[in-house]
């Protein structure tokens, strides 16, 4: 079992232009939530996916959306980067949208310069 | 809605000496609590949670919590640590109850780095 995986581990943007982020669920779930975590915070719920819909979002900005595929990866697109979208972005996966077992992969560091 | 406190930011401690990692939470409703362990450059990985009944939770790597319901806090314990410990914790809370949608989703504190001093 792979658990869940993240692509790519680290990416540089310049400010205004685009990014996606790409993530595997674990093995038989079939929900993926992703979160933000700034430098010395904790994680931040951005959205969560199930059944290729965005189901509840946190409070973040339309800059920020995703996609969820009948295979059930995901990936979430931030529009127009700022200096402060600069963080760890974690994915989670889980099964029916429960949160009590979550599992989390490594995430991808995302960089604006 | 609901928020969680970690007091301590960092806290050094020598290896095999006790340690306790504080936190509060505040929620209108009843919740569930969690313990997740992130290492340098990892994700986080799920030490315990608590769900219902015992008010003590065993988790992994000799970890322990015990919820305390009129304190409104959730704080980490372990008898002796190792050096294979230096991480930093987060602890969450969630509703039990699921959302109009009928989701749940998971509010974390800021972390405490704990450093296992050789």
């Known amino acids: 079992d792979a658990g869940v995986t993240q692509s790519p581990t680290h990416l540089i943007k310049t400010r205004g232009q685009q990014v996606t982020l790409r993530c595997s669920p674990k093995?038989?779930?079939?929900?993926v939530s992703w979160y933000q975590q700034a430098l010395g915070q904790g994680p931040q719920f951005i959205f969560q996916?199930?059944?290729?819909?965005?189901?509840q979002r946190g409070n973040f900005p339309d800059r920020f959306s995703g996609h969820q595929f009948p295979n059930y990866s995901s990936e979430l697109n931030v529009n127009a980067l700022l200096l402060g979208d600069s963080a760890l972005y974690l994915c989670?996966?889980?099964f029916g949208t429960g949160i009590l077992e979550q599992y989390f992969g490594p995430g991808t560091r995302l960089t604006v310069t | 809605a609901q928020s969680v406190t970690q007091l301590d930011s960092q806290v050094p401690v020598f290896e095999e000496a006790p340690v306790e990692l504080r936190c509060n939470y505040s929620s209108s409703v009843s919740v569930y609590l969690f313990w997740y362990v992130q290492y340098p450059n990892q994700g986080l990985q799920l030490l315990l949670k608590y769900l219902s009944g015992s008010t003590l939770v065993k988790g992994i790597n000799g970890f322990e919590a015990e919820f305390n319901k009129s304190q409104t806090s959730f704080h980490l314990r372990k008898p002796s640590v190792h050096i294979s410990d230096t991480a930093e914790y987060f602890c969450a809370v969630s509703d039990r109850s699921r959302n109009s949608g009928g989701y749940q989703k998971v509010t974390f504190g800021t972390g405490t780095k704990l450093q296992v001093i050789p």
């Open positions: 093995s038989g779930h079939d929900t």
């Open positions: 996916y199930y059944e290729e819909e965005e189901r």
């Open positions: 989670a996966s889980s």
